[in-house]
């Protein structure tokens, strides 16, 4: 059914060109006008969107018919640079107060994945400096929150945890059933 109407309106539009073409004093409505400047411009692109809303550009866009997102919060001047991390969810990007937030909030998992204790106490003295380091600068953005950890409790408790998940690892280990003779002897 669109297709023939397609055709049609193709065909309109040819034949309505080449009218206009044979006349040499009339300008075809999407033609840009001969002068390009400040007062022409507004005419040009709106002429231009007209087009291309008759032409059908901007049906079934993604998006059509949402509301937009973020309209009626709170201005935020880095709103674009949030939208954007979230949406390519991208790690590793921010002010080094938030960065460390997140940091220490995946801390105790990250070390449980350390297999020796002096890595464990390089990744805590290593997550300390940057925690005194962001606190020393005035760089503006948000305040750094997140406290220095330490080491010694920090180390006592990996310890904890990992004698735990080995006591739990060893206990999950079901205990082989009796195998059966796939034969009998009679």
Known sequence: MKD???????????????????????HHPSAPPAALNAETMPA????????????????????????????????DPDWWI????????????GPPALMLRVEDRELDAHLDDLRRESDVRA?????????????RQLLGGPPVVTKPRDVDAEVAAWHGRRTAAAAAAAAEVPTPAPRKRWFRKP
């Open 4 to 26: 023939p109407d397609r055709v049609r309106r193709a065909h309109d539009a040819a034949r309505s060109a080449h009218e206009t073409a044979e006349r040499p004093g009339q």
């Open 44 to 75: 040009i692109v709106e002429t231009a969107i007209q087009v291309a809303i008759r032409q059908g550009q901007f049906d079934d866009l993604p998006g059509a018919g949402k509301p937009i997102p973020g309209i009626g919060d709170h201005h």
């Open 82 to 93: 949030r939208r954007k991390i979230e949406r390519e969810n991208l790690t590793g990007l």
């Open 123 to 135: 990744v805590l003295e290593d997550f300390n400096r940057r925690v005194i380091e962001a606190r």
